[in-house]
């Protein structure tokens, strides 16, 4: 259930299942299977629809499809903030903007992609040093990745 | 069969050239011999070299005999008589030496099956003939008896000879001649003779005069007994000294008192009766004495100063304490020789350690076997000059020394002094043994002996073993000196690749280019002296210090005016500086050779310097150098002076640099002629008789300030200022107290001031060298002084040739420089290339009365970075521009001066990423490259650019150097942008070079991460929640997000009588990227972590504008004390959680979805049992999903066990449970992620493990 930190590159790389829904397993790990996901990027495309925003995120290792949903899954009530907290989301991703995506890594038209549970605005340049150096830190020790192949 | 050739002695003189013969492989065989005369034709390759040996194309013999050489043979030299036989035929007589010598051959006829000849002297009819094999030339002449030697024609005569000596032959020495008293007649004559020491047995039969030679063994030669051979058995000395080792007969020999000086010594002395004969039978091995003496085989690989020094294998270095000891004819490279009996020495000089082999009065030299190649005979000076004793006075590492430096000396003087002046004559001392003898420490001297002496005491010889002769450095020649900077330019090289020092490569408009590299070597780790005349060279105009071998660049910081360039300096103390961009390539390909070895150095090898790019110079100052004889024959640059004195006192205002005016011919000199601009004083000096500068004429007469409307002036007067002067003329410094009567109102006297160029031809670049910005100098104007006439000087523009010494510094304070940048001098890593000029003039105080003397200064405008780049900024831009002239622009600005540290140049016109010191550097650009420079203080930085050739660059020009840029011209470029360009007349100065700092490799970088991180936090490593099942129970940092809630418990509560509200409990599931986990925490953190002192969103406030009524009860409560903090405080989440609880009391919020997706399904109990509205469900809501969707932040927690977590069973819902079994961490504390220090954290997580 958690959400593996990852870089682009690697994220791009998991190997999906056919199973329904898909299911994904990252190469030489274990755990290797992934469900949720949350990388650190450049927005450098952005595609603003109606019910959705589409956007690109570059974190110098590739470039991740996103898809933040505007419409909750469920239908709204009286007492529920979540629009109000969608539109606010959606409002922080703006081209160039350093975003910090969570999500569940989902397969559209055989392209993965994440569907963006929150987005986070980093202002620090240097969180993207931080996010690689723990995305390296979470493979090694946790997921066993080998000494190798931590490039 | 074969007929075998045989021809005359005579034929071999007559050919006069290097021949060599041999008859037949096999000796047992014998054809008959064939009379042939020996021509040319014969030759095998007559072409050859007459340099090399010539092979004869037959086989042929040499008949002959062989003999002493009779006393008669006065054209013999010492070595002859010392070392070589006579081979005589019926044609001619002249040198053998055989190297398998049986005594036997004496007086018999043989024949030579294999030779070599050599003439000694062209055209002299001399030669020597080395015996390599040989026969008698039939049965029967071979005697039949062993070897006996007498002189067969005295031997019926009266003499009474009675002694007798029976020994093994230790050692035998040179043939020496002794002044004696004959003690009947009490005249005074000469005796020639050797002394060979015998070690005698003491056996009763030897005694006895009766020596067995049955058995070898009952002999032990113990007792030494030294035998005198003198006149005429003087002439044995080739064939006895053959017989060392062997035991020997002795005959006809009477005992004698010998007084030398004061001492007396009994020995046996010879007699025309005197019979010598060896003792075959009895053998015996000479006793050795390793610590002291031993024996050594080797191949002589250089002979230098005459044989003096004899380099063996190419490791050892025989020292030969009289060049008589040697075989002079077949002492040449490539022979074999055997030493025995010598002194043996481990010298450490301070450049390097050397094998010296010494030899003394006791050593026997054997050559075995001859050179094949070489064929250049010894040439012996026969004299013994006064260096010549006083070499022989030194102990062997001393001598080894002064050898070295003989060769040195006349390697590198040898175009300005003469022989006599570098080594003396036979009564007078020359440069190297004056210099010597100042330089080597006492203990190196040891007394010395004539040969007689010498010979006798030889046990109280003082030789020691190891000599730590540090001190000793070599006197180097500068070529080679260069070539040992290139090669440890090459192997810094290696060590930086090798320990993957990463060179500091810098970027410029996005544009990487190579690093820069600098060393600064001092003196000790060369263990070397330089020495040479100081110049200016005429096609760089840097100065150099200059020898016959070669030269280097120097900056001397306290380079005085007075400088004779013929002078010889030497210089002990220095630094040497190597800097320059990396080389590429292979740097194998570089090979040097050592050139500070003793070979390179006796072989005279030359280096040029052949690495580009490498800049090299020395750095010293003349008050550490001394200052050695100047040669007599060189002209002197010193003309005058005392006449006419130094008449005019000068400001010099600027320099102007060199121009690269022939760029495609180097042999030609870059520039003609070098230029300064001066300001001249209106004031004239003369030097008195005693030396004293007097002042003639005032300041008022020269400027005529009558002509001048200036009230201030004319209402307060001429201002009388007191001023000590202080020039330097040949060492002499004069002091005198002179008035200037100036105008104190304003800049009025120095705009008066007379601006005057000064030119200086190739010879004279000196002087210009000697300049500095801003100092002070007389000028000994050739017009001479005449207080009646205005000089020409005078006229502005007008312009003075700088001759010989026109020029004299002058030390004149005003008051402090400001603007000159003070070099420290004192950091390790800084090294002063030019003396601040504060620092160069005496001071004398003169605070009291500046303040009117400062104003005849021109305005000092040398700029730091930061006030150039305010200057820069404060400008009026439209003032700036450029002029159109035709096609050509013509850039319009101010000239300014800017000092600051060079961070790094670079050719602006690479534009290529991959750019490589090569392409920068190697590709010579006539016109000057068009270059970067960045300048910097500690603040700012600013980038110069323009055209300068590197040929150009001042000396110390680049990375770390402190710089002032005089006149550059600052402009705008089109885009209105403030820039600095490099013109024609900006004139570079270099105060100062560092070290330049470099990025190290992976690993060391590592190491300064981790210094820097342990300097800056002492943080523990952060965990994972993964591996928190692993883990004892300790307080674990966490970097991680909030991933939905369990439970959250709020309460109102009541803070004095003001309403607030507390979080005994709030439950979130966390989420680090490896694992969830459950953390509680309460209170303050809790309030952290919802968040609820962040300012609520905008669409918050206006649903919740029905709460609006809060202001005046909570101002009344005191919760806001004034309307900011009210104001601040009410647009919080937390303003609006007090409201809830003010209804609720308690509110208890549990989650109960399965999913962890979404937090939608949460329940919300009330403490008071009341509803709750839509309004405030969704505040909840919304408090609980911003926390969701909060920041990563850092969590310090301990992790809880089964039994601490019991006590929140009650809040967690079932699904809680069902999501699964997660550890449980109660947080401590909350921070947030501080992105770099904790980058530093986890790389040395990373690093560790």
Redesign the interface.
């Known amino acids: 259930m958690t959400h593996a930190k990852l870089l682009a590159a690697e994220l791009l790389s998991v190997i999906v299942h056919p199973t329904s829904p898909p299911s994904f397993s990252l190469p030489r790990r274990r755990p290797s299977s992934i469900s949720r996901t949350e990388i650190l990027g450049i927005v450098v495309s952005l595609e603003a629809k109606p019910r959705f925003l589409k956007f690109l995120l570059d974190d110098g290792t590739g470039c991740v499809p996103c898809i933040l949903w505007l419409n909750p899954r469920l239908p709204p009530s009286d007492h529920d903030p979540t629009p109000e907290i969608l539109r606010l989301q959606a409002r922080r991703v703006r081209l160039g903007e350093q975003l910090r995506v969570r999500g569940r890594i989902t397969v559209y038209r055989g392209m993965l992609q994440i569907t963006v549970g929150d987005v986070l605005v980093e202002k620090d340049p240097n969180m993207e040093t931080f996010h690689r150096l723990d995305c390296l830190r979470i493979a090694k020790r946790c997921y066993g990745l080998a000494k190798d192949d931590l490039g | 069969m074969e007929t075998l050739g045989s021809f005359s002695l005579s034929d071999l003189l007559r050919l006069s050239r290097p021949v060599t013969g041999t008859a037949s492989l096999n000796p047992a065989s014998s054809p008959p011999l064939k009379r042939i005369k020996l021509d040319q034709n014969l030759l095998l390759n007559p072409s050859l070299s007459r340099k090399s040996f010539t092979p004869i194309s037959l086989p042929v013999l040499l008949v002959g005999t062989v003999n002493f050489f009779s006393e008669a043979s006065s054209h013999r030299t010492g070595s002859c008589l010392n070392h070589c036989l006579s081979f005589s035929d019926s044609s001619a007589t002249i040198c053998c030496y055989i190297v398998d010598f049986d005594p036997r051959v004496i007086g018999q006829e043989i024949h030579v099956m294999a030779w070599n000849y050599l003439p000694i002297k062209q055209g002299e009819g001399q030669g020597v003939l080395e015996i390599i094999q040989w026969r008698f030339s039939s049965p029967d002449t071979a005697p039949l008896r062993g070897f006996s030697l007498s002189l067969e024609s005295a031997q019926d005569s009266g003499v009474k000879a009675s002694s007798f000596a029976f020994g093994l032959v230790k050692s035998v020495s040179l043939t020496f001649t002794l002044p004696i008293e004959n003690g009947k007649t009490g005249e005074m004559g000469d005796s020639v003779g050797f002394l060979a020491e015998l070690l005698t047995c003491m056996c009763d039969k030897c005694a006895k005069m009766r020596p067995s030679n049955e058995k070898s063994g009952l002999h032990r030669f113990t007792e030494s007994k030294v035998v005198y051979f003198i006149r005429p058995t003087h002439k044995w000395r080739p064939v006895v000294a053959k017989l060392v080792g062997k035991v020997m007969y002795l005959w006809g020999l009477k005992k004698r008192l010998v007084v030398v000086g004061k001492e007396s010594y009994v020995m046996l002395v010879s007699t025309i009766k005197t019979k010598v004969s060896l003792c075959d039978s009895v053998v015996s091995d000479l006793p050795t004495d390793h610590s002291k003496r031993g024996a050594y085989r080797g191949i002589v690989t250089g002979i230098y100063l005459h044989g003096a020094v004899i380099e063996l294998d190419k490791k050892v270095w025989l020292l030969i304490h009289d060049t008589l000891l040697v075989p002079h004819h077949s002492l040449r490279i490539g022979a074999t020789v055997s030493v025995r009996d010598f002194h043996f020495v481990h010298a450490n000089f301070a450049w390097t350690k050397v094998i010296i082999v010494g030899t003394c009065v006791m050593t026997s030299f054997c050559i075995d076997s001859f050179a094949v190649s070489d064929t250049k005979v010894l040439v012996k000076t026969e004299e013994k000059s006064a260096l010549g004793t006083f070499v022989e006075s030194l102990n062997l590492s001393a001598k080894f020394w002064i050898l070295l430096s003989v060769s040195c000396f006349k390697y590198k003087f040898r175009a300005v002094l003469s022989d006599k002046e570098l080594l003396g004559s036979i009564n007078s001392a020359g440069l190297v043994q004056t210099y010597s003898s100042r330089s080597l420490p006492p203990d190196v001297f040891r007394p010395h002996n004539s040969m007689f002496m010498a010979y006798c005491n030889h046990d109280q010889c003082t030789y020691s073993s190891g000599h730590d002769q540090s001190k000793c450095k070599l006197i180097v020649p500068l070529s080679n000196f260069v070539g040992r900077c290139e090669e440890l330019w090459i192997s810094i090289q290696s060590e930086m690749s090798e320990s993957d020092e990463v060179h500091c490569n810098n970027t410029c408009d996005g544009i990487s280019y190579p690093g820069y590299r600098r060393r600064i070597i001092p003196s000790d780790d060369f263990g070397c002296i330089l020495m040479g005349n100081i110049q200016a060279c005429s096609s760089s105009g840097r100065l150099q210090l200059v020898d016959a071998t070669g030269n280097i660049d120097v900056v001397i910081p306290d380079l005085p005016s007075d400088l004779s360039v013929q002078t010889i300096y030497e210089v002990k103390d220095y630094k040497v500086v190597l800097e320059g961009f990396g080389i590429e390539g292979d740097n194998s390909m570089y090979e040097f050779g050592e050139p500070l070895s003793c070979h390179a150095i006796f072989k005279r090898q030359t280096y040029r310097k052949r690495i580009h790019g490498l800049m090299l110079y020395v750095q010293f100052y003349l008050k550490d150098s001394v200052c050695l004889a100047s040669p007599s024959r060189a002209p002197s640059n010193l003309p005058h002076s005392e006449n006419h004195g130094p008449n005019h006192l000068l400001v010099i205002s600027h320099k102007f640099p060199l121009t690269n005016k022939f760029p495609f011919n180097s042999a030609m000199s870059i520039c003609s002629s070098l230029f300064a601009e001066a300001l001249i004083f209106p004031c004239k000096f003369k030097r008195s008789e005693n030396g004293e500068l007097i002042q003639l004429g005032k300041f008022q007469d020269a400027l005529d300030f009558s002509k001048r409307d200036h009230k201030k002036a004319s209402e307060k007067g001429p201002w009388l200022a007191p001023c000590s002067l202080a020039s330097r003329n040949g060492g002499v410094s004069a002091t005198t107290l002179c008035q200037f009567n100036v105008d104190s109102s304003n800049y009025m006297v120095s705009k008066s001031l007379a601006r005057i160029l000064l030119e200086f031809k190739c010879e004279n670049f000196f002087s210009y060298q000697m300049l500095r910005i801003g100092g002070y100098y007389f000028l000994n104007c050739s017009e001479g002084f005449n207080p009646t006439r205005v000089c020409k000087c005078w006229e502005k523009g007008g312009s003075f040739v700088v001759t010989g010494n026109t020029l004299q510094s002058l030390s004149l304070s005003f008051s402090d420089d400001v603007n000159q940048k003070e070099p420290s001098g004192t950091s390790s890593d800084e090294l002063v290339l030019l003396k601040s000029l504060s620092e160069l003039h005496e001071i004398v105080d003169l605070k009291s009365v500046s303040q009117g003397i400062t104003k005849l200064l021109p305005p000092s405008q040398v700029l730091s970075v930061s006030s150039c780049l305010q200057h820069m900024f404060h400008q009026n831009r439209n003032l700036y521009g450029s002029t159109d002239l035709g096609e050509q622009r013509l850039a319009q600005g101010d000239l300014i001066s800017v000092c600051g540290d060079v961070e790094y140049f670079h050719d602006n016109d690479c534009d290529s990423v991959s750019l490589t010191a090569s392409k920068c550097l190697k590709i010579p650009n006539p016109r000057g490259n068009n270059i970067c420079i960045h300048l910097a203080d500690d603040n700012q930085m600013v980038v110069i650019r323009g055209n300068l050739s590197r040929k150009l660059f001042p000396i110390g020009f680049g990375v770390g150097a402190s710089a002032t840029f005089h006149r550059l011209l600052l402009t705008c470029s089109s885009n209105r942008k403030e820039k600095l360009l490099l013109t024609p007349v900006t004139y570079i100065e270099i105060t100062s070079v560092r070290k330049v700092k470099t990025n190290r490799g992976p690993n060391q970088q590592m190491f300064k991460v981790d210094s820097l991180i342990e300097s800056l936090c002492h943080l523990p490593p952060?965990g994972?929640?993964?591996?928190l099942h692993n883990k004892d129970s300790k307080v674990t940092r966490f970097?991680c997000?909030i991933?939905t809630l369990n439970v959250l418990v709020l309460e109102s509560c009541m803070i004095g009588s003001s309403p607030a509200y507390k979080i005994p409990l709030a439950g979130f599931v966390l989420?680090?990227?490896?694992?969830?986990c459950n953390c509680w925490t309460d209170n303050d953190l809790a309030s952290t972590l919802l968040s609820l002192r962040d300012i609520c969103?905008s669409?918050?406030s206006s649903d919740f504008s029905s709460l609006e009524r809060a202001p005046k009860r909570l101002l009344a409560s005191g919760l806001c004390h004034c309307s900011d903090d009210y104001s601040n405080y009410k647009n919080t989440v937390g303003y609006y959680l007090d409201h809830i609880l003010k209804k609720h009391h308690k509110v208890i919020v549990k989650n109960h979805g399965v999913s962890?997706?979404?937090c939608?399904d949460l329940l919300f109990h009330s403490g008071s049992g009341k509803v709750f509205s839509?309004?405030e469900?969704?505040l909840l809501?919304?408090i609980i999903?911003?926390s969701?969707?909060?920041?990563?932040f850092i969590a310090t927690g301990l992790v809880m066990d089964a039994s601490a977590t019991k006590q929140f069973d009650a809040y967690i819902s079932e699904s809680a449970v069902l999501r699964?079994c997660m550890q449980n961490i109660w947080i401590r504390e909350v921070a947030c992620?501080d992105?770099?220090k904790?980058?530093f954290n986890?790389?040395l997580?990373?690093k560790n493990g």
């Open positions: 952060l994972l929640f993964s591996d970097c997000r991933l989420d680090d990227g490896s694992a969830l969103s669409f918050f962890l997706d979404i939608q839509i309004l469900e969704r809501n919304y999903l911003s969701c969707h909060g920041p990563t699964g992620v992105p770099l904790d980058a986890l790389i997580d990373l």
